[in-house]
């Protein structure tokens, strides 16, 4: 109970200094146009963000990451040391299965070497992708802000010229490029995954940077120099784990090293519990299987046999990048607003878990593209808005699969906006009871081991069945549906 009481007035000591942390920052935002909160800051900056006030946009705060907060409390952090504990249990019957069958340790990660085969290839794919996202962006804005109080009636021709060859560098730069590099060099998944998701938050930072910053340029007045943000500014901004570009971000006043180690060693500790995960709990069930004549009987058990790898790997791939790789580049960065994500495993709501799921993308998605549809409509069509967020959101997951996997087989787009938009509706925020967290995770279990049984089945036909015939519908068609030696 002594333990107890502790832990509750830490936590109540947390919030009260997370209250007056933000009552602070929202003072600083209200401050005179001469003042700066450091004392120390250029005229320039302010006025960049007087302009910007905190109702119109995210505001940014200094706090820490939820689980951050949770580890602090013992008996929430016994859990963390149980996924530890299964994670030892996996690779000491690895060893032990390998050494039965073997007679002989076998340490060989085969499966890790072949998903991050040609990484070299990828990381120089990610430099140039760096590079030009970096580069042209930033020089195209600069000079478009130069030249748009200047031409007079002619601004308008102006821009959108500008904007046509961003949008030309954004669909061949960063759109077809990296796609290409994939493709040609059939680049393996792990490396093919790191190459498309890069390519996806560069164009999402991209946009951003530029949705932000021409409206403040075109509000400025004729013959006053366009507020144009610094480079280091926008270099800092992509980097930073956010998708909202802003010219200052509050800031922590050290670096702690050894944080950055541990979530860095976590990282790479989750992606061998992931392989542990498929080579004990996956592999041997689809080598089974494709032994096996396809029914419905083998269809319904291989999904349910998938519900647990399924959703050990979301935990893994939610803590692993949500939680570690984010928080290690915000601590590096001084990045003080650390809410990537919410208490999402608390949700009794489809809504609400896709608001507290991933902070950091759905903020982009709120602020760019369903906030920006309705302003386009002046406040119409709300129920339209957020069909098209839905809409984006699916197409862009399946693209990454249809990429990294290299089929296309649109089991998460159906899932996505078929269900998960009914789910939405159906499962509103108004359903608070405890029973509805219960019916949340029960259809995640099932979607889980849905994805990861189809896509199992069809990786396995693809490497199994090679086309005879290359017409479009044969390239469409899923291969595990007539593909027989491996189903």
Known sequence: MKRLKKDLVNQFEGRVEEIVQTLVHETTLSLPPGTNGNGNGSENTNNRNLKRPPEEGKLFLPRKSLLDELFEINHVRTIYHMFIAALILFIISTIVVDFIDEGRLVLEFDLLAYAFGQLPTAIFAWVCMFLSALMVPYCLLASWARAYHVLGSRRYLISVIYGLILATYQVLGLGAGPVYVALWHKLPPASCFIVILEQVRLVMKVHSFVRE?????????????????????????????????RDTYPRTATIRWKYVAINFAQVLGCLFYAYYILVRLCIPLFHNFSKQPYSLRILVLCIFNCTLPGVLVLFLAFFAFLHCWLNAFAEMLRFADRMFYQDWWNSTSFANYYRSWNVVVHDWLYYYAYRDFRWLFRGRFRTAAMLSVFMLSAIVHEYVITICLGFFYPVLFCLFLGFGLAFNFLMHDKRTSPIWNVVMWTEMYIGLGIIVCLYSQEWYAQQQCPLHKHTFLDLITPRSWSCKQAL
């Open 213 to 245: 910053n021409v409206p403040l340029i075109m509000k400025a007045k004729d013959g006053k120099q366009a507020p144009v943000p610094t480079f280091g500014h926008y270099l800092y901004f992509l980097f930073c784990p956010t998708l909202i570009y």
